[in-house]
């Protein structure tokens, strides 16, 4: 496979053009097409890319530089020697090997470093793994944040994908009412900040009812995009349904 | 310029709001989450029409736009709504959410499952556990009349009342006869799913494939505690799970009369005795009768050898 550059993820990529559902990536790179492989490679650091970061500052207390460093090196190295390639689905989910294969990387990373500074031999780092069941034995924040950011991630793209979506086929009232009521945080307005489906309609023009399903119809397709975009990073049906089930599962939002 | 990323606190309500059902248009209440399985997840809900509250069960939102999915749950409830009977929990509506998902509601019951009600209390009698059993046999056979197959008969499917009364749940995999949809494909639950099922052969679906879950819950209750398994009941046990479904009971009421002349001390069919078996079950179940005939004996025999003349 060719090597490919890692790029980290702009917001004017994630939030702009979202790609149109595809079979899963996990499947893209293991095929022999190069130009799916290149892009289910994409999907996937597109996704992984924020919670990589996240995770080796927290469990590796890497600073912001060091850390953009060795998630764009992790990116590259994965790449370079197919590594994405090696999964087995079944075995473990996707996340699981990720991790466990970014712990690998950066411990070598590390001990390499420490070789460098002690003025020792050449740089050598394995993406290699054992499996994707090893356990991590790290602490419960680190695993966290790392979920936490790959919910942020999909969910940054579903609303890309919806946006996208939207204008193409002239529905921006309907964005721009999700975008007040559901994407809005605390002060600034939205469901926290005491809006009402009444007052958005007063704004709009529209009535309450309309309001309401307008912002009925949003939630379902931007439900139905995230899940189109699981379903992309996700190998087996099992797979799939084991992650939407996490994704969603959350307790009520103080405005519920 | 780059937009922030989302907060914590967006997300967190994207998450709700997207599982959440909107009930506004059916006029109740949602309350808190009681549970989740593989096909539905189950809300306690309020009609403030009706002043009640009741349980409502809604298609996951991973499935939300499987058509397959909907119609199970719909079906289920279809289902339920043709069964009415004790055993059995009756459905109140069947609705549409806005988001295109499947509901419906029931009414909502008290009480525990039955793997929890058996952990909560491992020394109960035998008798106790399988005369809930047969209430269980009672229910799935008033199904089987009705032309419904359960097939995901367990103990986390079955839920004991505060009085006693035991509820079979989940109809989700049931198959109705005739409803022209093969249940190939649809799943079970391993160690209570009888080998037909778990292979995937449609055409052997039938109600001795309850007979064999049947079996199996027998298998976990009277193992409850760690007692020791009477023979006779083992017998019940290794033939209502026969590999074979022709060699099983042929009737889940055939079953459940077994289990009742275990109870009642009587000889079960599922079961050869030996002379000694036929023996200690005979004494034990006329032990009130040999009492009385003893006590006689010994009177008659004090009268004989102790009183002069």
């Known amino acids: 496979m060719a090597l490919m550059t890692a790029v980290p993820p702009t917001d004017s990529n994630l939030r702009g053009g979202f790609p149109e559902t595809r079979p899963s990536a996990l499947q893209g790179v293991q095929g022999e097409d190069e130009a799916v492989r290149t892009r289910a490679v994409e999907t996937i650091v597109s996704v992984y890319w924020k919670p990589v970061y996240e995770y080796i500052r927290l ?60 003025g020792g031999g050449a740089l050598v780092l394995s993406l290699e793994a054992d499996d994707g069941r090893e356990a991590l034995g790290v602490d419960a924040a680190p695993d966290e944040a790392f979920d936490r950011e790959w919910v942020r991630s999909l969910f940054t793209l579903a609303i890309g994908g919806l946006r996208a979506e939207y204008d193409a086929s002239g529905k921006s009232l309907q964005f721009a009412l999700f975008a007040a009521y559901d994407l809005e945080a605390g002060d600034a307005g939205g469901a926290d900040g005491g809006l009402t489906y009444a007052d958005l309609g007063r704004v709009h023009g529209i009535s309450a009812t309309t309001v309401t399903n307008y912002l009925a119809a949003a939630r379902r397709d931007f439900r139905r995009i995230v899940l189109a975009k699981l379903r992309e990073i996700t190998a087996t049906e099992e797979e799939f349904r084991a992650e939407a089930i996490l994704l969603f599962r959350s307790s009520p939002p103080p405005d519920a | 310029m780059p937009e922030p990323p989302l907060p914590d606190a967006v997300i967190a309500r994207l998450q709700f709001r997207c599982e959440e059902p909107d009930l506004a248009a059916c006029g109740h209440l949602l309350g808190p989450e009681l549970g989740r399985g593989g096909m539905g997840v189950v809300y306690r809900a309020h009609d403030p029409e009706l002043g009640r509250d009741v349980a409502l069960k809604v298609v996951p939102v991973a499935d939300a ?11 289920e409830a279809r289902t339920l709504a043709r069964l009415e009977h004790p055993g059995i929990v009756p459905v109140h509506t069947v609705g549409v959410l806005p988001d295109g998902r499947i509901f419906y509601t029931m009414r909502l ?93 449609a055409g052997e679906i039938e109600p001795r494939t309850d007979v064999f879950a049947l079996g199996a819950v027998l298998r976990f209750l009277a193992g409850c505690g760690g007692r020791p398994t009477p023979n006779a009941l083992r017998s019940i046990i290794a033939r209502a799970t026969a590999t074979v479904p022709a060699s099983r009971y042929a009737a889940v009421s055939d079953l459940a009369a077994d289990v009742l002349r275990f109870l009642d001390g009587e000889r079960v069919t599922a079961h050869r005795e030996s002379i000694w078996e036929r023996l200690t079950r005979l004494i034990r179940r006329h032990r009130v009768l040999l009492g009385l005939v003893l006590a006689y004996l010994v009177m008659r025999a004090v009268l004989f050898f102790f009183l002069p003349g």
């Not at chain 1, 079944?90 to 990720?98: K, N």
């Not at chain 2, 952990?119 to 199904?143: H, N």
């Not at chain 2, 995901?152 to 079979?168: I, Q, R, T, W």
């Open chain 2, 109 to 201: 019951v008290q009480g525990e499952r039955l793997d929890r009600f058996a952990a909560a209390g491992p020394d109960r009698p035998l008798p106790e556990m399988l005369r809930l059993f047969v209430r269980v046999c009672e229910t799935v056979a008033f199904a089987h009349a009705a032309g419904v197959v359960h097939r995901d008969l367990k103990p986390a499917n079955l839920m004991v009342g505060a009085f006693g009364d035991v509820l079979v749940l989940d109809w989700g995999l049931a198959h109705s006869a005739g409803d022209g949809i093969s249940p190939r494909r649809q799943g079970g639950t391993r160690g209570f799913m009888a080998p037909e099922q778990e292979s995937g052969d």
């Open chain 1, 59 to 118: 469990r590796w207390r890497a600073g912001h530089e060091d850390a953009e460093d060795l998630t764009q090196g992790f990116f590259a190295r994965a790449i370079e020697k197919d590594f994405f390639r090696g999964f087995e689905a079944g075995r473990a989910r996707f996340r699981t090997y990720l991790r466990v294969c970014l712990d690998r990387f950066i411990a070598n990373a590390r001990q390499a470093q420490a070789r460098e500074k002690r």
């Open chain 2, 65 to 75: 736009d499987r058509p397959d999915a909907l119609e199970r749950l719909r079906r």
